[in-house]
């Protein structure tokens, strides 16, 4: 092979190959590190006193209000499971193999 076919070649190469394998691995880590960033913001808004949902669990914290807690670790689990909901979506449009998965065997049918 020739380096002038081989730098036409590598181009697309990585472009087709290796940036479609990469693709779910990488969106798939940075949509689990969303729900990481939203309960890393309850120590930025501790220092700086900044109002919102995160410094109302850290006040909620020492008074031991179990209520409000309950609700911040649910609104925070929310967005998590929303997102890898909506990736999983957009990734079984940008790849075909994940759309296929699900496909490969029919549930079966029951008769009663």
């Known amino acids: ?6 730098h036409l070649i590598l ?6 190959l290796a940036f479609r394998n990469a693709v779910v691995p990488i969106s ?12 890393s913001t ?6 700086f006193n900044i109002p919102g949902l995160d410094q109302l669990a850290y006040d909620a914290l020492p008074r031991q209000d179990l209520p409000v807690l309950l609700g911040v670790m649910i609104a ?12 999983d979506i957009v990734l079984s449009i940008v ?9 490969r065997r ?5 008769e009663s």
């Open 106 to 110: 029919p549930l079966p049918i029951i």
């Open 76 to 87: 925070a689990s929310s967005v998590t499971v929303v997102s890898v909901f909506l990736l």
């Open 95 to 103: 790849d075909p193999r994940i759309a296929d998965v699900g496909m």
């Open 1 to 6: 092979m020739s380096q002038r076919t081989y």
């Open 11 to 16: 181009p697309w190469l990585v472009r087709c």
């Open 28 to 39: 798939t880590m940075l949509t689990m590190d969303l729900g990481r960033a939203f309960a």
């Open 42 to 47: 309850m120590f930025v808004e501790a220092a």
